[in-house]
Every structure is written in structure tokens, then in C-alpha cells.
């Protein structure tokens, strides 16, 4: 999308300088502005034509029956699917009578743009209607981080030939009409009519609506408010069961503008009554108006300005990936920022694709970022998994196992998979949080955390594992039956990153139960259980195949026959939408990095020269038809030589929903995947890892970039890194000494000061295969952006 002509490469702003109605859903997707707790979907500000409407709140959700064609013990009952609230962006413009619809009359010039510094949305149009009459309409967006239940719109119109009578209607729209299914399984369920109306007021300039969810009982507020200012103004509002509407009409003359500034507040509860949920939002809506435009605009400024001097990453020798890498960081912050003990679903609050369901990659993917960048929206984030423990301490019970079992993929907590192989089955999800745990206590320091949410955590999944495993008569821990991360493969013996991953946790709950023995008390940790968990970790039985040199992905994994990929047809892919899942599970084909995963994420327990072999091994055989892929690709490609593969795969994680690469962003972005882009840098081109309080690099850069600079949090400090070809410089901002490891070496940096080391070039390896048509899109270094 981004070499589609209308884009400019630009390095802190995306801009689109034409509209494309071709691709109007997935420009809806990468101009949407969120906070983590409102989402809006950049829809055009008079609503039609629209790619897919979408206004959202994090955790509101509505709920179905989930039928099985076959009844079995343990499947779920319901699904959750995220809900289209109602939408406070709408602005209808009439001009003479006419409504501005690009679509008819003369698109003069069009053009929007999104600012990743003061995180507002701009846009600039010259229309003529049908019957000839010019006017300028400009616009700005934004969804507030400062005030969570706030967004904000000015809109403003300006006759260019002669005088025009103009109207503007805001408005406040519930169950909004939905296009029709894609019938792409990642698209979500669409539910109509999700919305049954409460309460609606209107007057003056201020209206507020209340509907509610019909089967998950939520309640939801939304109320706006406006600022008129023009020539001889005439305002009106009016009320309806799922809809207000306040107009403002005016003959506006050359020079001259009719200008409004909306004010839109939202809030929700699963518990407050109908008038506490409708004072809430006037509350919040007092308060916007005491801000006024302008102070919404320089808080706005002020909290980005905060997150880049923490966050900001800079790069010479790529503009596309510079623009992208800043715009994938803008959206894991949206995200997150004010989620406030809420999910963060695998689309964000782009649009609904997956349901808006929280995935394992938002604790695998999004929160290794957050925790070095923004902490506390990675403890919002881990509070939420927290919040849902009751759930998944009951769906462990249901399923005859101790500790906690958490969902494959849900909204409030319980398990939504109807697909047991992908869901029951996938307890690696469980590790993935505790490993979440482990970054973030390491990187922090946050011993209120450690002893509180986190150990609680970390005991209960641990607990998980020591029930699901088993001792063999050789005294080797097994867990057997499991789904790894590769959703090609499932129902496995002891895969090698769930084996891994379940090691680091059971070790770091009884490390836990021995620093904090009164609290080991209270969650009923005795001496006994804490070593059973240091038996099974220690004996953990990890798969190895001496015949090839390799570590297979699961036991017996590499003697199943390789898929055809010579067969394949390009246009077969993703393999998931063509061929039934008994072929893919039998055979070796891998979706997404799995083994390669445990060995970025579980580095040391690999030599390196099996992280080669194994990287060697599995490239052939992975397909990459999920996003979250090519970032760990690149990661392990940067550690074991392969640099210019790796930078590829950085182009391809980077550019996902920027190019449309998965053919999806139309349904929101991959917030995983922009993530990923961070990842790829940084723990692949800067060689980060960081555990037991320690923090090492091992920085190299491809031909095409020659210099890298990023800055991250470290327990509490900040951390700046410049990387070139030839050296790495550190400077620590301020606070205590720093310990830091340079390619082995270890020194110490004093805040305020600087260190150089130096960065040796090693032999280029040869480059490994993948699978026929699969291979990562070759970059090209590209000069300063246009």
C-alpha cells in the first residue's frame, strides 16, 4: 500500500496525498487513532463511503453460543466476539442541500495525514458538488491519552466562489449497518444489531446516549458536546433510540468558515447502574470542555513527546523501514497506553479481525517491547491476565489439572476457541505470561509487582505444568499432547519451546517462593511444592536429533514426510484456507517460527552452532502464513550471520500492514507484527537480551543500514545506544551505574557518560532456502524520504 502512489515516505507522519476508494478499508486500518481504552477507525468524518465502520471499547464485548457439530466434555460454550459502539466521529457536511460525498461532484485534492508526534489525524479536501459550488473542508482527529474517555474533532468548512449554505450534522450513531462477511476466518463474526437502546437526551449542543449489550449485559455511555463558530449560526439537536443529532447551519461567504469542535466521551461498565454510567461520560465530557481544543492538543503533544524520548528509534540507509518501525511503535503505544487493566488484542482497537480477542502474542511480541518503552502499560496489561485468573483457575479445574489454565484466545477471560487442537491444547500460553513476568520484574525492578500480581502469576502457571507433566521411568519430565506456537503442528510430545518455556516458569515461581517466603504462605507454597518444581525444571526432557544434528520441533517431529512445497501453488497460500489441517499436522511444514522462537526466548539453553543447524533446518520448512513470523526470523538470522536475510525479514514484519502483506489489515493492523519490528532491531541488528538484572548486547548491522539509534528504560533509567557498522556507542542518561555487556565484555557505565566499543565484522554465511515463492521480499537500501 505504502509504494501505491498516493503514500509518501515520510519519517514522522504516514501521509496519503489522493483517496483511493479501493483502498479505503485498509487506510481505515493504519489512520486509526486509539488509547488503548476508545478505539475509532479512520473512518472520513461524513461517514460514507466507508470501507468498515468501526468505533470500539477495550472489553466490551458481546457474547454467542458456540455450537459444536459434535458435543464433547471441555469444549466452551460461548464465544465473544468485540462490539461496534457507537460512533462519535460523524460529521455530515451539506452544502446547498447536497451531502459531501467524494463519490459524486469533483474530489479537487485530498489528503490526510497521520502525525506520530502530536498523535492527531489531519485532513485537507477541495470538493465541488454536483451543482458546482467550491468549499475547502479541513479536519483533525484525535483520541486522547491524557483524558482516556476522551476523543476530539474540529471540522471546519470555507466557501472558495461565492457564498454557500452549509450545514453540518454531528451526530452520535448506534448499531451502525455492517458490510457483509469476507468469509475470511480471521475476519471475526459480525453481530447485528448489537446494541439495545436505554436512554437518549439531546439539547442545545449536547446530546448523550446509553445502550446495552443483550447477552454479555454491558452497559455502555456516549455523550458529545460542540463548539460553533461562524456567521449567523442556527443550531439545533434532537434525540432518538440509537441516534442524536446537533446541526449547525449557516450562509458562509468567501473568507469566511463555519468551524465546530466535538467533544465525544464514552464509558462502560459491566456493574454501574444506567445513571452512573451516564454521568460518568458527562463527567468526562466537563472536563474535555474545561481542557478546550487547544489543551487537548498540547497534552497530546506533551505524553508523545514523553513516550518518543523514551521509545524513539532512528535509522540511516532505510527510509520505509524508518517510517514504519516509528509508525509500528505509534500503534503498540495506542494500544496500550491507557488499556488501564484491559487486554490488548491482537488487532488493537484497529477493527475487529479475530474478534478483537487477546492472543499469546500480545505477552510473547507486544509486551517485550512496552516493558523497555513504557512499563506501565505493560503492567496495565499483565494486571488484566491477573484480573482473569478466576476464569483460568477454573478452566484448569474443568479440565482435571491443578493451577491455572489460561484462554488460547478471549476478551474477559474465558476460553473462546471452539477449536480444541488450537485451544485446549496450546498451554504454552500459560509460560508466555509467566515469561511476560520474568521481562518485566528483570527489566523494572518492581518488587511491588514481583510479590504481588507477579508471583501469583508465576505460582499458578507453575502449578499448571507440574500437574499436566509426568515423570518417565528414567526420571525425565515429559508434557505430552500439546500445542506449540506453530498452528501447522498440534497434539505433540514435549515440543521443545513449550518444554522451554514451561522450564524458565516452574523455575522462576520456586526463585520466587524462596524471596518471598510470606507471601509463598499465603498462596499455600510449602518447601515441597517448591521443589517439585526445581525436579521437573531440572528434569525437563528436550529433544534432540542426533541422526541430523538438530533439535526437532516436537519428539518425532523430523521424521514425518515433508510437504510438497514444489506442489503448491502460490495462490495456495495461506496453506490454512486451501488444505485441511490432518495434512498440515502430519506432515513437516511449519506456519510460523516455533522452535526458532524457544531459541530466541530461551537463548542459553542452545549452543551456537545448534541455533545455526536448527536455523538452518527449519528455514526450508517455514512458510511464514502468520504475521508473527518473520520478526523471530529476523531476530535468529541476525544472531547466527545471516544479516542481510535478516534484514529482509525486518522489511517484511516492519512494512505487514503498511504493503498489506497478509491481505487482512482491511479487519485492523498486526500489532504484533509492528511490534515485531522493534524486536528485529533491536534484539536482532542491536543483539539485546536482558535477564537476571543483566543487560548484554551484541550489536551488528547489515550493508543496507549503517547507523542505529534507540533509547530504552532500564530499570528506571534511560539507556542510549548508537550502532554503526564499525562501533556501538552507550550513554546513560542519569541514575545509578549500569552494568552492560558489549559482544562478551562486560563493563560498567557511569550516567552521564559514554562508552565506545567496537564491532567486528564476521564471514557472511551462506544464505539459507525457503520454502519455493516463500522467500522474504529483498531490500533494497533506500535514501532520505521524499
Known sequence: MINHPVFHVEPWCLREKALDLDLLAQTESVFALSNGHIGWRANLDEGEPHGLPGSYLNGVYESWPLVAAEAAYGLP?????????????LIRLFVDDEPFDVRYGTLRSHERV????????????????????AVRVTSARLVSFTQRAIAAIRYEVEPLDGPVRVALQSELLANE????????????????????????????QVAVLVHRTARSGLRIGAAMDHLVDGPDIRVESQSFADGAVVTAAAVVAPGQRLSVIKFVAYGWSGVRSLPGVRDQVWAALTAARQAGWDGLLAEQRSFLDDFWDCADVELDGDAEVQQAVRFGLFQVLQAGARGENRPIPAKGLTGPGYDGHAFWDTETFVLPVLTLTAPDAAASALRWRHGTLPAALDRAAQLGLAGAAFPWRTIHGEECSGYWPAGAAAFHINADIADAVIRYVDATGDTEFAQGTGMELLTHTARLWRSLGHHDAAGRFHIDGVTGPDEYSAIADDNVYTNLMARKNLLAAATAAESYPDRARELGIDAEESAGWRDAAESMYVPYDEALGVHPQAEGFTRHRVWDFASTPPDHYPLLLHYPYFDLYRKQVVKQADLVLAMHLC????????????????????????????????????????????????????????????????????????????????????GLRHHDGLISFAPRLPEGLTRLTFTLLFHSQRLRVEVTQQSARYQLADGAPLEITHHGTKFTL????????????????????????????????????T
Not at 615 to 632: H, I, M, Q
Open 77 to 89: 460454550q460461548s464465544g465473544q466476539t468485540v462490539v461496534n459502539v457507537t460512533n462519535g466521529k
Open 177 to 204: 449497518q455492517l458490510p457483509a462477511d469476507t468469509g475470511d476466518p480471521r475476519h471475526g463474526m459480525d453481530i447485528d444489531h448489537p446494541l439495545v437502546q436505554e436512554f437518549h437526551a439531546a439539547h442545545d
Open 750 to 785: 557511569e550516567p552521564g557518560h559514554h562508552q565506545d566499543h567496537p564491532i567486528h565484522r564476521v564471514p557472511a554465511r551462506p544464505r539459507p532456502t525457503q520454502p519455493p515463492g516463500r522467500a522474504p521480499e529483498p531490500r533494497q537500501a533506500s535514501g532520505p524520504p
Open 114 to 133: 497521520l502525525d506520530f508526534r502530536s498523535g492527531v489525524l489531519r485532513r485537507r479536501a477541495e470538493w465541488v458538488s454536483p451543482a458546482g459550488a
Open 603 to 686: 537463548g542459553t539453553d542452545f549452543t551456537a552452532e545448534q541455533k545455526t543447524r536448527n536455523f538452518g533446518y527449519y528455514e526450508p520448512l517455514t512458510v511464514r502464513d502468520s504475521s508473527l513470523s518473520a520478526c523471530t526470523q529476523a531476530v535468529i538470522a541476525a544472531e547466527t550471520g545471516h544479516l542481510s536475510l535478516a534484514f529482509d525479514y525486518l522489511g517484511e514484519a516492519a512494512l505487514m500492514d503498511l504493503q498489506d502483506l497478509e491481505h487482512n489489515t482491511r479487519d485492523g493492523v498486526h500489532i504484533a507484527s509492528l511490534a515485531g519490528s522493534w524486536l528485529a532491531l533491536i534484539c536482532g541488528f542491536a
